[in-house]
């Protein structure tokens, strides 16, 4: 099975004190976020697609081999980003989803991922228990049923499953599920955005199998936000590199 990684890198960091693409923040002395995603995406998946704001991409070094770019330009979410790359990704048989700030995805998570992915209508996704999600994925036997964002005003469960920015989906059909989920998804309630996190319990209500791999260590769920998050991950680093 042939998986092009696609990384949703349109953001600046503006809110992390940088005035550059989020991705290219330091994270140590010769590390950023871009950096430590291309070391662990690299050796598992046939290609990396990194989507980038027109700044952001005037802005990015050179390319390592087997990655491409496409250009978001205007951040109107990560579903329009995502698909943005669909004339890379759609080549092959499933695009491994990360976001472009969640620097501490493990290995071993992305690795059990692609491997519990079948061929066919499928996607899988990783989750977490947090103790209070920020987003939070309710299942009902195999099926996803619906996802709460506190961003939207939703009210989520203690111990509740949540991401880790994480998504495999099987490429086959997925566009045209997309433009049929725009036709009828409603706006965010506190955003007025239509999020793409609502479109993978879309997917299951069409038949498509959502299958989730629970992450022990509920600190990959953990992204790059905020300058705690940046302080957080520059300390941690430091004792890794």
């Known amino acids: 099975m042939k ?7 349109a953001g600046r960091g503006t809110r992390l004190g940088a005035d550059g693409p989020k991705i290219l923040t330091p994270l140590t002395a010769t590390e950023t976020i871009w ?11 046939d290609h990396i697609h990194l989507v980038l704001s027109p700044d952001g991409a005037a802005a990015f070094p050179p390319l390592p ?12 979410g990560m579903g329009d980003a995502i698909f943005r790359g669909h004339d890379i990704w759609s080549k092959y048989d499933a695009a491994l989803v990360v976001w472009g700030d ?25 989750v977490t228990r947090m103790a209070t999600p920020y987003v939070e994925y309710l299942f009902d036997g195999p099926h996803l049923t619906k996802v709460l964002q506190t961003r939207e005003g939703d009210a989520t469960t203690p111990n509740g499953y949540s991401d880790v920015g994480t998504f495999l989906l099987g490429t086959g059909g997925l566009k045209t599920q997309w433009e049929a989920y725009l036709a009828k998804a409603p706006r965010g309630a506190a955003t007025s955005e ?8 879309f997917l299951s209500a069409q ?15 953990r992204g790059i936000n905020t300058k705690d998050d940046l302080n957080f991950f520059q300390s941690l680093y430091k004792t890794l590199y």
Not at 35 to 45: D, F, Q, T
């Open 3 to 9: 998986i092009c990684a696609v990384i949703p890198a």
């Open 65 to 76: 081999a087997n990655v491409s770019t496409s250009i978001q330009p205007a951040p109107t």
């Open 35 to 45: 950096s430590i995603l291309h070391a662990k995406l690299a050796p598992l998946v």
């Open 194 to 201: 239509i999020n793409f996190l609502p479109f993978l319990p």
């Open 207 to 221: 038949g498509w199998t959502i299958t989730p791999v629970e992450v022990a260590d509920e600190t990959e769920a």
């Open 102 to 126: 969640q620097v501490f995805v493990s290995a071993d998570t992305l690795k059990r991922t692609i491997g519990a992915l079948k061929q066919g209508e499928n996607a899988v996704l990783p």
